[in-house]
């Protein structure tokens, strides 16, 4: 883990002990990689980055960021980006996630042949595309803009939800009390803050970060395949 967490530490821009903190809890909750120690140890993954970078992209302390992380892994695309153009084989047009698209996105390399196609080269180096990856803390949804599309996640669960209390046969005090308890979870991504979560804040990484930590990754797991 510990040249894991440098990596992240050093390209976010964070502390390393927060960093540290961070992973701690997110293994123990079973969401990273885990497996020997030392030499054996397992490499981590496209997916324990994407885990680690959402679980950071919250900003929520070790003793509230894995039930955050939890939430905000779920969250639905409003509306998928398009089969074609830099999604185009991905999965992504269909239903999915955000967790589905941040593991696409480490899943890259500077070396796939998507970057090859629609990134740039200059300087002996490919470039990606401009993609960016935002975490609204406080209306709890995010964006992804994937170069040529911008794909909203938001807690649709909380529409259907509100949607079939509506259509129960409840008082009207007992439907308002759960309809707002529900609705005060989250916002939509255009909404602003969702209800008692006060300042504004949202949360980005670039195509740079991204790059840089999805190449060390690939570049690790080939130095140091794992054993049969």
Known sequence: MGPFISLLSETYGLHESSVAAVARVMREAGWLTTGARGVNAPEMTSVDVARMTLALLSGEPPGKVVEEFEFLRGLEAKAPPPAQGLTAGSGLDQPHCLEDGL?????????????????????????????????????????IHYSDHRCTYEDLARDREVAELRAEAMTYGTLFFLDQVIESRSAGWDSGVARQRRMRVIRTIENREIATIADAVAASASVNPEPN
Do not use: N
């Open 103 to 143: 593991i696409w996105l480490f899943s890259l390399t500077s070396a796939s042949s998507t970057i090859r196609k629609y990134g740039s080269y200059a300087h002996t180096r490919w470039f990606w595309p401009y993609v960016t990856v935002s975490v609204d803390s406080s209306a709890r949804a995010a964006q």
